[in-house]
T-cell receptor
C-alpha cells in the first residue's frame, strides 16, 4: 500500500518565491528521502532525513520531519526556473522497499 | 550524469516481441534496482539485487525476467508484454541494499502496441 502522500499535487510560483511541499505517511520509518524528477528523466536524490532528526538543510533546501504527525516538508527557498520538476518523498520502513508517493509537480515561472 | 546508464531510451514493441533493457552503473555500488513508473501512479519497485543476488521480487509477472550478471550490470528481459506494461522503466543503484540514496538512470520509455 502507498506510504508517502505528497501535498499539493501541483504548485505554481514565480521565480524568487519559496516553495513548500508536504509529505504524510502512515507507519513508522527509518528515514524519509526527497527526490526530484525532471520531465521524462530519472530521479535525483536531494536529501535524506533520519527518524531521529527533525531538520536538515542542503543549499536552498530545508527538510523537516515530525514523526509524531508522520509528516515531512520540503522547502525550496528563492526558487528558480530550473527548479521546475516533480518532487517525490520516499519512506524507508525496515525490511521493506523504499515507498514513493505520487509526487508534487512544481512549476516556477520567470 | 548520475553514473547510471540505461539503454535504450525509447522502445516500441509488439505484444509478441522479446526485448531487453540494459542498465550499467559506474559507481561501484553493490545494489541495483528496477522500478516501473506509470502515469498517475507512484513508482513501483520490481526487483532488487544485492551483490548479484536477487533479494526482492515484488510479485512481478513472469513476462518480466531480470538478470544481474555482475554488480555493474542489470538487465530486464521482456516477452509477451501487455499494453498496460507501457511505462517508464527506471534502473537505480545504491551503495548497499539499504534503500538509502538511490542513483537513478534516465529510464527506458516503453510502449507496447
Amino acid at each position: 500500500s502507498q506510504q508517502g502522500e505528497e501535498d499539493p499535487q501541483a504548485l505554481s510560483i514565480q521565480e524568487g518565491e519559496n516553495a513548500t511541499m508536504n509529505c504524510s505517511y502512515k507507519t513508522s520509518i527509518n528515514n524519509l528521502q526527497w527526490y526530484r524528477q525532471n520531465s521524462g528523466r530519472g530521479l535525483v536524490h536531494l536529501i535524506l532525513i533520519r527518524s531521529n532528526e527533525r531538520e536538515k538543510h542542503s543549499g536552498r533546501l530545508r527538510v523537516t520531519l515530525d514523526t509524531s504527525k508522520k509528516s515531512s516538508s520540503l522547502l525550496i527557498t528563492a526558487s528558480r526556473a530550473a527548479d521546475t520538476a516533480s518532487y517525490f518523498c520516499a519512506t524507508d520502513q525496515a525490511g521493506t522497499a523504499l515507498i514513493f508517493g505520487k509526487g508534487t509537480t512544481l512549476s516556477v515561472s520567470s | 550524469e548520475t553514473g547510471v546508464t540505461q539503454t535504450p531510451r525509447h522502445l516500441v514493441m509488439g505484444m509478441t516481441n522479446k526485448k531487453s533493457l540494459k542498465c550499467e552503473q559506474h559507481l561501484g555500488h553493490n545494489a541495483m534496482y528496477w522500478y516501473k513508473q506509470s502515469a498517475k501512479k507512484p513508482l513501483e519497485l520490481m526487483f532488487v539485487y544485492s551483490l548479484e543476488e536477487r533479494v526482492e521480487n515484488n510479485s512481478v509477472p513472469s513476462r518480466f525476467s531480470p538478470e544481474c550478471p555482475n554488480s555493474s550490470h542489470l538487465f530486464l528481459h521482456l516477452h509477451t508484454l501487455q499494453p498496460e506494461d507501457s511505462a517508464l522503466y527506471l534502473c537505480a543503484s545504491s551503495q548497499e541494499a539499504t534503500n538509502e540514496k538511490l542513483f537513478f538512470g534516465s529510464g527506458t520509455q516503453l510502449s507496447v502496441l
